[in-house]
T-cell receptor, first 114, second 112 residues
Framework: AQSVAQPEDQVNVAEGNPLTVKCTYSVSGNPYLFWYVQYPNRGLQFLLK??????LVKGSYGFEAEFNKSQTSFHLKKPSALVSDSALYFCAVRDRTGGFKTIFGAGTRLFVKA | SQTIHQWPATLVQPVGSPLSLECTVEGTSNPNLYWYRQAAGRGLQLLFYSVGIGQISSEVPQNLSASRPQDRQFILSSKKLLLSDSGFYLCAWRGTGNTEAFFGQGTRLTVV
C-alpha cells in the first residue's frame, strides 16, 4: 500500500534561516512526488513536483525539493525563510503506472519567526 | 486556463439534514475528479474519485455519496448528516495530461 510520512508535526525556523520540511514515502515502483502548501481555510496550492531527471526540483516562491531514491525521501527546502512562508505543507505521491489516487501525508506546520 | 469552483465556502447544518456540495471545473475536458476531507486542519483523506461521467470510486465506507452527472461537475451528498461529518471538504481535479492535482478553495462543514 502507498503511504507518505511527514515525521514532524511542526517546524520552527527564524526568518532568513534555511528551512527543511521532511517527507518519506513508501510506494512500489517510481512514483510522482509533490509538495503542496495550505493557508488557513483555503484549498491546497501546488508548489512543485518530481517526475524524472534532476534530483533537485525547483518550484514556486523559492522552494525546492530534493529527491533521494535510495532513502525514498523528498524533502522540501528553502534557502532563506520568510514570515509569509508560515503555513501547512503537504507531501504527496501518486503511482505513475496508471494510478488515479494521490496520497497525502499528514502535513507539517511551518512557523517562521521574525 | 482551467479553474475549479467549489461552493458553498461555509455551511452549518443540523444533524439529520441532507447535504449537497458542488464542484465544477472549467477549461478542461474529461478530468479526473476527487473529493477529500480534511479533519482538524491536518491530513487529507480521499473520499471519492471519478474518471468519467457516472463513474464513482469510493475509498472509505461512510455516510456520504458522490455523483458526477456531467463531465465537469462533481457532487458530494448525504441523506442524513452526522456530527462526525463535520470537516473541511476539498474538491480537486487532474487533467489526463497532468501529473498534479489542483484544488478548490474548500467547504467548511459544521454539523450541529
Amino acid at each position: 500500500a502507498q503511504s507518505v510520512a511527514q515525521p514532524e508535526d511542526q517546524v520552527n525556523v527564524a526568518e532568513g534561516n534555511p528551512l527543511t520540511v521532511k517527507c518519506t514515502y513508501s510506494v512500489s515502483g517510481n512514483p510522482y512526488l509533490f509538495w503542496y502548501v495550505q493557508y488557513p481555510n483555503r484549498g491546497l496550492q501546488f508548489l512543485l513536483k518530481y517526475i524524472t531527471g534532476d534530483n533537485l526540483v525547483k518550484g514556486s516562491y523559492g522552494f525546492e525539493a530534493e529527491f533521494n531514491k535510495s532513502q525514498t525521501s523528498f524533502h522540501l527546502k528553502k534557502p532563506s525563510a520568510l514570515v509569509s512562508d508560515s503555513a501547512l505543507y503537504f507531501c504527496a505521491v501518486r503511482d505513475r503506472t496508471g494510478g488515479f489516487k494521490t496520497i497525502f501525508g499528514a502535513g507539517t506546520r511551518l512557523f517562521v519567526k521574525a | 486556463s482551467q479553474t475549479i469552483h467549489q461552493w458553498p465556502a461555509t455551511l452549518v447544518q443540523p444533524v439529520g439534514s441532507p447535504l449537497s456540495l458542488e464542484c465544477t471545473v472549467e477549461g478542461t475536458s474529461n478530468p479526473n475528479l476527487y473529493w477529500y476531507r480534511q479533519a482538524a486542519g491536518r491530513g487529507l483523506q480521499l473520499l471519492f474519485y471519478s474518471v468519467g461521467i457516472g463513474q464513482i470510486s469510493s475509498e472509505v465506507p461512510q455516510n456520504l455519496s458522490a455523483s458526477r452527472p456531467q463531465d465537469r461537475q462533481f457532487i458530494l451528498s448525504s441523506k442524513k448528516l452526522l456530527l462526525s461529518d463535520s470537516g473541511f471538504y476539498l474538491c480537486a481535479w487532474r487533467g489526463t495530461g497532468n501529473t498534479e492535482a489542483f484544488f478548490g478553495q474548500g467547504t467548511r462543514l459544521t454539523v450541529v
